[in-house]
Structures are given as C-alpha cells and as structure tokens.
C-alpha cells in the first residue's frame, strides 16, 4: 500500500514527535500548566494564568487555589502506556497520563460576633497566632496521577491555519475513596483538561514539519502510534 | 522510525515542481563567446517551465520535456574588408579636344568594419535527472533536486534557424555600406559560411547549457528552528521546535512511487 493511497500527499506524526510537539508548547507556554487565584498567581503572566477565587459567602476574597498539571504525555492508538482498567483506548483514540497538584489556602476564619448585616462577610480572618488549634492559613495540596483517553478534533489555529486539538473523551484517576470523591475529583479534572488542551492547537504544518502543502481530505487520523493526514496539493 | 514523514505520489510531485520552478528567478547571463571566428558579445535572459515528473528509485526525480524559453541578443563586429574583394573605380582616362587627355584617378573602396545585432527567442526541451540532495547551512534545512549529469541537448534546428537571423540581421547592416550593392549576396553568404551551423551550436552551447547542467529546484526549505506557532501576546510568547534530522528519498511503495521526505524533531 503507498503511503498516499488514492490522494497525492501524506503526512504523519509519530506519538514522540507529538509530545515533542506539546513538551515545546507547554514549555514556551507554561502559563497553560498553571492556574491559580490571585493569593498564588497574583497577575498573568508567561508562567502562569491568573483566575478569580471561588466566592463563598463568609470567606473574605474567596477560596484561594491553584491548580498544576504536568505536560501530558500522550499514547497514540495502539496502546503503549498501561492504562487503568476502567479506561480503554480504542482505534482512532489517544490516551494521557499527566500528574496534577491542586493546592488551596485554607484559613481559619473568626466569627464576627456583631451581628450580620447583609452584603456583609460574617467572618474574618483568625488573627490568632501559631499558638492556636490551626495556622493563620496554610497551603494544603494533593498530587494526582491522571490518566485520559480522547479523541482528536479538526481546528483551526490562531493563525488561521488548520490545526489539530487534543479532545478528551475520559478522565481516570486511580485509588480515592470513597468512589464518590473520586467522581467528583474526576469530573473537576475532566472539565479542566478538556479545557486546556482545548487551546492547544497545533497546525498541521507543524505536524509535517512544513513539508509539501495539504490540503486535508482524509483525516487527521490516528492509527500505528501516528496522527496520519492525506490531501491534496 | 522517522517521527515525521510527509510523502508526495508522482501527480503530487509534478505539481510541487510546477510551482518551485515557476517560482524560480529568471534565468539570465551575458558575456562574449566564439561564433564561428567571430567574438559576439551577448546578454540571454531565459525561463523555465516543467515538464512530466517520473520519480525514480532511490533518489531520482526525472523530467521529461521540461522547457528552457530563452531570448538571446548578440552583436559581434565584422572587418568587411577580410572577406570582401578588394574594390576599386578604375582611372578613366578621357581625351578632350585642345585639352588632352584628363583622368580619373582610381578610387579604392576601404569597406567598414560593421557590427551586426541579433535578436533571436527559441526553446529546447530537455529530458534531466536530478538527485535529492539535502543541506543544512546557516541553520536552514534544504530539500533540492539537482541536476545528475548535464542531459544531452539538441541545438542543430536551433542553430540552423540562428544563422538565417544573423543572415537577415546582416543584409540592412550591409546595405548602407556605400558601393556594397554588387557584393551584398557574396557578403552574406560569406558571413553565414565563415560562422557555419557549427560556430552557431559551439555559441549556443556553453551558454544555454548551463542553465540545465546548473539546475537546482527546491523542494523544501525551513529553519532549523521551526516555528510552530507565533507569538499572540507578551504572555503567549512563540512555540517553537528544533529540527534535528531531514532525509529524502523515493521510495516504491505499493504500485506507486512516492517522494518521501521525513523529518525528526526536539523541543
């Protein structure tokens, strides 16, 4: 079989050429690995993306938190990288395994003892020192291992091009009990890593190293670790 | 396995060397050569356009009929007085009554040295091989097709058609000569005879094939350091990847051979 088959161009991309491909994006751009409420990410910046705290009614500037991930490292159908059980990467499906810390500033809050008046917070900040039960607040953090199978999606880039994205079908994360906080944690994920690599949209231009013009007919696909693409001229 | 590959079927490849030699610059020169015992001096200027792309196993990219358009001016200088008789108005002697005899003196023609311009368009059409070959200078990957070994090309129609236009060229040159009128045949012929079908061809020669043997047409061509994306924003600064390795070939695969180029690549 030719690689072009019935068209006049092929390209392909290996799986390690496409993490080298989102190792240089995350790199160049690691302020899409980092997301964060102003307490941790006080501005935007190449590093990392500012976000709004999460507001809660008696939590003065809300809940404060950050979330990490780490470059994913992808597995184009077939599978390369064990994947846990619940999750199975079919044909025509990329799996992700990246690690995640999400961190929150907890403090301890002190009650106001006038009484509440509306549009008001009803609690302070603990002023108590280090002799108290709990520190002033404290960043707690937990590290996940994540794994994720998807799909790829016909996009365009920013520069009008047309791209590829990484979208992601499901998300898995191994041993949190109860199951119902690990649903919970991997919804939380799920909507997070849909977003990011969301935005990660690599011309296929890249994906051919910018060799010979295509016009896309048929695919981009995944089959043999590779993302293939056949067009015309 | 190569990490990136990118493969062009023959129809495929006959349009990518449509466009890279459409895109090529004009092909010119200018100089003196040999025509026939003459020194001519010439500027050409010349096109080129594909022809039929027959890839060929392990690295060849053969094109058949492709077309070299060239247009050609020259002028070279010509002593008339080398291959012209000598001419001259004899004395005439006349006896006038009361007179005597008065005469004439004899008068020489000393023919001018004429320069004759040509203008001259034609073209060739040339079966070449050329090699892939792949450079990296100056931080840029290059994919070029270069000409294997200098095709044989067929000046005779060409060089017969040349010397009937530097034979018209010459006759209004030849014209203004003042006493030429009886010898205006005999200097043509003998201009066409001195340069002779075989100065034209050993004219023509080494300044058109160059233009073939020199052939290189550019397949692909990028930085080493490879853009993926631009920057957007102080906060989105450019993505970019390092080329490491380029390799081309065709390759038979299946019923159909392919111009392959792949590629491997680094954050």
């Known amino acids: 079989m030719s690689l ?8 392909s991309i290996h799986e390690t ?7 240089a994006f995350f790199t160049d751009r690691p302020r899409y690995l980092v997301y964060g409420s102003p307490s941790f990410v006080p501005a935007t910046t190449v590093a990392e993306t500012s976000m709004p705290a999460i507001p809660f009614p008696g939590v003065p500037d809300g809940i404060q938190w950050r979330v990490t991930l780490g470059i994913p490292k992808v597995d184009l159908y077939k599978p390369t990288i064990p994947l846990p059980p ?9 799996s992700a395994r990246l690690d995640v810390e999400i961190c929150l500033n907890c403090r301890r809050l002190k009650i106001d003892p006038r009484p509440p008046r509306p549009g008001t917070a ?5 002023k108590r020192g280090k002799d108290g039960p709990q520190p002033l607040s404290k960043v707690t953090c937990c590290k996940l291992s994540v794994f994720a199978v998807g799909h790829l999606e016909h ?8 791209a590829i994205a990484l979208a992601v079908d499901a998300v898995e994360i191994v041993d949190i009990q109860p199951d119902e906080l690990e649903s919970v944690v991997e919804c939380l994920l799920f909507m997070i890593l849909q977003a990011v690599l969301a935005e990660v949209r690599l011309p296929l231009r890249a994906l051919r190293a910018g060799a010979f013009e295509l016009i896309p007919v048929v695919g981009p696909l995944i089959e043999d670790d590779q993302i293939k693409m056949r067009g015309n001229v | 396995m190569p990490e990136i590959i990118a493969a062009l079927d023959e129809k495929g490849a006959n349009k990518l060397l449509d466009k890279a030699i459409a895109d090529m610059d004009p092909l010119g020169d200018s100089g003196s050569g040999n025509l026939g015992p003459f020194v001519a001096g010439y500027s050409i200027t010349a096109t080129l356009t594909n022809g039929d792309v027959d890839l060929i196993p392990p690295d060849t990219i053969r094109i058949v009929d492709l077309r070299l358009d060239w247009s050609l001016d020259l002028s070279f200088g010509l002593d008339l007085g080398s291959i012209l008789p000598e001419f001259c108005l004899p004395q005439v002697c006349v006896d006038i009554p009361c007179v005597g ?39 840029q990957w290059k994919v070029e097709a270069v000409v294997l ?18 034979g018209a060229a010459a006759t209004p040159i030849l014209l203004a000569v003042p006493f030429i009128g009886p010898f205006l045949a005999m200097a043509v012929d003998i201009i066409l005879a001195i340069i002779a079908i075989a100065g034209v061809t050993g004219f023509l020669g080494p300044i058109i094939t160059p233009f073939i043997s020199g052939l290189r047409i550019g397949l692909y061509e990028q930085s080493q350091v490879f853009e993926v994306l631009p920057a957007t924003s102080p906060v989105d600064p450019k993505v970019d990847i390092v080329i490491d390795v380029v390799k081309a070939e065709v390759q038979h695969n299946g019923l159909e051979d392919e111009l392959v180029l792949t590629a491997d690549i680094s954050a």
């Not at chain 2, 070994?149 to 530097?166: D, E, K, Y």
Request: hydrophobic share 45%.
């Open chain 1, 17 to 23: 050429a496409l993490n080298d491909l989102l190792t």
């Open chain 2, 149 to 166: 070994a200098v095709p044989n090309l067929q000046f005779g129609p060409t060089s017969a058609a040349l010397l009937a236009a530097i």
């Open chain 1, 4 to 11: 072009t088959e019935t068209e006049a161009v092929f390209a």
């Open chain 1, 155 to 162: 996009v365009m880039a920013i520069t009008g091009e047309d």
């Open chain 1, 122 to 126: 009803g609690r302070k900040d603990d």
């Open chain 2, 101 to 139: 005899t008065v005469c004439t003196p004899e008068i020489c023609v000393d023919w001018p040295t004429i320069t004759i311009p040509v203008s001259f368009s034609d073209y060739l059409k040339a079966t070449v091989d050329l090699q892939l070959a792949i450079s990296l200078v100056g931080g």
């Open chain 1, 86 to 94: 619940e999750l199975t990467l079919n044909p025509g499906q990329f």
